[in-house]
């Protein structure tokens, strides 16, 4: 069974930084994408930032520059360096691994962004 858990969110003031990782087990974690999406109040979900189970790396206008994502295969884990943190950053993130048939999501982290 496939089990994907974030943590790392928080408070933050703005210009501050954060970094939410994840944790995956019982999957393919090296051969899978994994995508960070998020949810602000009363907003759409967002595709924040993807990285593909060959590395490849893509992020939403609104986060490039200041967000950065990457992985480790060796620990089937995954992380979201964020900085530069906005008020328009805050939001429930979700990890999610992507097989190419199925998403697993987590149960998503809080993020918020305030003075």
């Known amino acids: 069974q496939v089990q994907v858990v974030e943590s790392g969110g928080g408070l933050v003031q703005p210009g501050g930084s954060l970094r939410l990782s994840c944790a995956t087990s019982?999957?393919?974690?090296?051969?899978?994408?994994m995508v960070w999406y998020r949810q602000a109040p009363g907003k759409g979900r967002e595709r924040v930032a993807r990285?593909?189970?060959?590395?490849?790396?893509d992020y939403a206008d609104s986060v490039k520059g200041r967000f950065t994502i990457s992985r480790d295969n060796a620990k089937s884990t995954m992380s979201l360096q964020m900085n530069s943190l906005e008020p328009e950053d805050t939001a429930v993130y979700y990890c999610?691994?992507?097989?190419?048939?199925?998403?697993?999501w987590g149960q998503g982290t809080q993020v918020t962004v305030s003075s």
């Open positions: 019982g999957s393919a974690f090296r051969d899978n994408d």
């Open positions: 999610t691994e992507y097989t190419g048939t199925y998403y697993y």
């Open positions: 990285i593909t189970s060959d590395g490849k790396i």
